[in-house]
């Protein structure tokens, strides 16, 4: 017989399987009929650009559960709810309960100069330019050490030594008969050259005229310092028989020195020559010692990929010694004016780099950016997507980026594409674009426009003409038109920060070519941007000629042609001149405001 205490619990495990395999089946169904409702061409459902009025039902229990129509959930039976829009918008809004809750703080984008420190360690080191070797030209004997020690000081002039030496003694008597001569004109040239003998021995100019005077040969002359300094290296004893040519002593001047630094690969860029440096010694506190940057060795070691700086530094009162080890700081200023904000308001990881800018009202904005250098007080270099005086979010942004990452995958799976990518639409599809053209942006962009084709016939005619002036007003222009307040769309111009940004740097770029050729490669990269701008903002309505937007397919064939703007049916390639002036392949109208591209 079976025991019952044995089939309670088998009969209880099966149901508890039946009911979540019936849990599972029934999530299937929702997602499957949930599928094919939000793919479906339903009235009901609209396109991403239109989740502003679109009405969505969630419910409360099962928020992955989301359908365009009321009605119980098909998972539980209750009554679905409805989904705030603003869900599907990149925007988080929070209470300024929750916003202190959870520590938000924010600051200020600002301007200011962009330095960068490189810190490191080095070693102090002789200046291999004052080292000097004292050596003889003779052979002979040391007869007396007059400096006798490692580390002594000596003054230029002063004895080290006395040697004998033979050829030495020879040379002074053969001086000597010289000096006996008749006086005519062969005995001043023997003397003289018995002079210069002497002279190429290194004995001194006092030397040889005590030695006329005395009119006697001496069998031991003395050997002076020819440099002051420190001697560093001797190798010379009393009674030691010396050759030409030996090291007898190295003298080094100490009065400056040179430090032996280490930086890595990625910190060269920031590193040159007459750079200043400021050194630090561990062991002497509060004492700074300035120098500056003599030399970058040009290899790196292959194993640890350093590379080697020297620098020189005073060292008039001999505080630094050889083989000090040294703290050194490399401070350069890369720009004198950047766009900077607190490192800890960007999150970097490792694909994207985003930060939340504060709207007011306990709103916040996700934004892209993309960082450059960082400065040595905490901040950061920002290249694209931050302008000065918008508040940023220093602190709390985890979460905030938490709620960011759950509305656009919200969005995607409702629309099928994320907040971003939608708003990423304004910069190609004309159709997303302004519906007003509000005047003072008119103004403006019809004198973009007007410079912008000043460059483009100047390059189709060959020339470079006018084309320096052009390239500075446009970069102005482009410069009002973001002033402009857009009621439509207030984060306008924040959507559009890339192609701005690019049509500066690129407006620069021509400005400053140094011949035609770079002119047009710049122009293609402005070209870019500049279209992604009109398409965006639509031409304005009285612009006197349409305005087209051209392919070539044989410049810059690598990275698949280049485009360019025109006005009039007539091909004017600035890429290809009068080469082929004609060439194109594609041709697009671009739409007034409010029009959709062509």
């Known amino acids: 017989m079976n025991d019952p205490s044995q089939t309670a619990p088998r009969s209880r495990r099966s149901r508890w399987i039946l009911s979540c395999a019936t849990l599972i089946l029934v999530a299937l169904a929702a997602w499957f009929f949930a599928s094919r409702w939000l793919s479906n061409g339903d009235s009901k459902t609209t396109d991403a650009h239109d989740h502003g009025t679109t009405q969505y039902w969630t419910c409360g229990m099962h928020p992955w559960v989301i359908l365009p129509e009321p009605g119980p959930c098909p998972i539980c039976g209750m009554d679905l709810v409805p989904l705030d829009p603003k869900k599907f918008q990149g925007e988080i809004a929070i209470s300024p309960v929750m916003v202190q809750n959870m520590g938000v703080r924010i600051q200020e984008v600002t301007t200011g100069p962009l330095v960068k420190t490189v810190r490191t360690v080095g070693i102090v080191d002789y200046d291999e330019e004052t080292v000097r070797d004292v050596n003889t030209k003779v052979a002979g004997w040391i007869e007396d050490l007059y400096v006798d020690s490692l580390g002594a000081k000596v003054k230029k002039g002063e004895p080290l030594f006395s040697i004998y030496s033979p050829q030495l003694y020879s040379a002074q008597e053969d001086y000597l008969i010289a000096r006996k001569g008749g006086g005519g004109a062969s005995s001043a040239g023997l003397l003289q050259s018995a002079r210069t003998r002497l002279e190429y021995f290194d004995i001194t100019a006092a030397q040889i005229d005590s030695l006329g005077q005395r009119g006697k040969s001496q069998k031991a002359l003395d050997v002076g310092s020819p440099y002051s300094g420190i001697v560093i290296a001797k190798h010379a004893n009393e009674g030691m028989k010396i050759e030409p040519g030996m090291q007898v002593f190295r003298i080094a001047d100490l009065s400056k020195v040179w ?142 980026d938490s709620e960011a990452n759950m509305r656009e995958a919200l ?61 500075k007003a446009l970069a102005a222009a482009i410069g009002a038109i973001q002033k402009v307040e857009v009621p439509e769309n207030p984060h306008f111009w924040h959507q559009l920060a890339d192609p701005l940004a690019e049509i ?57 042609g280049a485009v360019w703007l025109q006005t009039g049916d007539e091909v004017r390639n600035p890429y290809m001149g009068s080469a082929m002036l004609g060439c194109f392949d594609e041709r697009k109208v671009i739409p007034a405001t409010g029009e959709t591209e062509k």
């Not at 060269?268 to 500056?292: C, D, H, N, R, S």
């Not at 047009?520 to 639509?538: M, Q, Y």
């Open 259 to 400: 430090v032996l630094v280490t930086v890595y690969e990625y910190q060269l860029p920031y590193v040159e020559e007459g750079q200043e440096a400021v050194m630090t010694l561990p062991y002497i506190p509060g004492k700074t010692f300035e120098g500056k940057v003599i030399y970058v060795y040009p290899y790196l070691d292959k194993k640890t990929r350093e590379a080697q700086v020297r620098l020189e530094f005073d060292n008039a009162d001999g505080i630094l010694k050889p083989g000090m080890f040294t703290t050194v700081e490399l401070r350069r200023q890369l720009a004198a004016e950047k766009t900077l904000v607190p490192r800890s308001a960007v999150i970097d990881t490792g694909t994207r780099q985003v930060a939340f800018v504060s709207l007011g009202e306990g709103k916040f904005e996700p934004r892209k950016v993309e960082m450059g250098v960082a400065t040595d007080d905490g901040l950061v270099e920002v290249l694209s997507g931050l302008k000065p005086g918008e508040m940023v979010v220093t602190s709390g942004q985890f979460l905030l």
């Open 411 to 471: 969005a995607k799976m409702v629309t099928g594409e994320s907040a971003a990518e939608q708003k990423a639409k304004i910069a190609m599809d004309g159709s997303s674009g302004l519906t007003v053209q509000p005047a003072p942006l008119a103004a403006e962009l019809t004198n973009a426009l007007k410079a912008y084709f000043t460059i483009q016939d100047a390059l189709a005619k060959d020339t470079t003409d006018g084309v320096s002036s052009s390239a």
């Open 504 to 560: 500066t740097r690129e407006s620069a770029a021509v400005a400053t070519a140094p011949d035609i050729a770079s002119a047009r490669l710049a122009f293609g990269n402005l070209s870019v941007a500049f279209r992604k701008l009109v398409t965006a903002t639509g031409t304005p309505a009285d612009f006197p000629r349409k305005v087209l937007a051209m392919h070539c397919p044989m410049f810059a064939k690598d990275q698949g």
